[in-house]
């Protein structure tokens, strides 16, 4: 008995194990939030039109605009000049992806907005209402309610909402 019941704990660990996901998560992580929107469909050379980059893994366009503005401004930017939002990220190798092309066009920022939020309900959700899946918060970052990545690290910071920053849409 004591045998079977070591295998099957055995075997658990090792499924459990096995579809785990490598992935940093702070505290008060929600997946509530608004409605989801549909995945984008904007074609590679679209997305290069916009200036924008494609992701290989969900097919996201991040566009990075080269203004400063608050979190709100931002979000209202992106939605009436690309009918997106700011940008969702759902994995490290976007999350390296997009900071290491806003390098490369804007060396001189210290860093820019994507669209996750506590604004709504204290919980985080992105603005486009896709799932939080991936967060990349540096250590001891508590208390405010929106998010810019950190050019050098690519670690996410929280900041006050009325910063102004570059941000990344997504469409």
Request: a negative charge; charged letters at 15%.
């Amino acid at each position: 008995m004591t045998k079977l019941l070591f295998a099957i704990v055995f075997a658990i660990g090792i499924i459990a194990s096995t579809n785990a996901v490598a992935i940093r998560f702070s505290n008060n992580l929600s997946t509530i939030g608004p409605e989801p929107t549909a995945l984008p469909t904007l074609s590679t050379a679209a997305c290069a039109d916009l200036g924008g980059i494609k992701s290989r893994s969900t097919g996201q366009c991040f566009i990075h605009v080269n203004e400063t503005k608050t979190f709100i401004q931002s979000e209202i930017y992106c939605e009436s000049t690309f009918k997106g939002h700011l940008a969702s990220v759902h994995s490290g190798f976007d999350n390296l992806y997009i900071a290491d092309f806003a390098r490369e066009i804007f060396p001189s920022i210290a860093q820019y907005y994507i669209g996750l939020t506590t604004l709504t309900n204290n919980d985080y959700a992105w603005e486009d209402g896709t799932p939080v899946d991936y967060t990349d918060f540096s250590h001891n970052n508590y208390g405010l309610d929106c998010t810019t990545v950190d050019m050098k690290t690519a670690m996410w910071v929280k900041v006050d909402c009325f910063t102004t920053a570059y941000f990344v849409c997504v469409v």
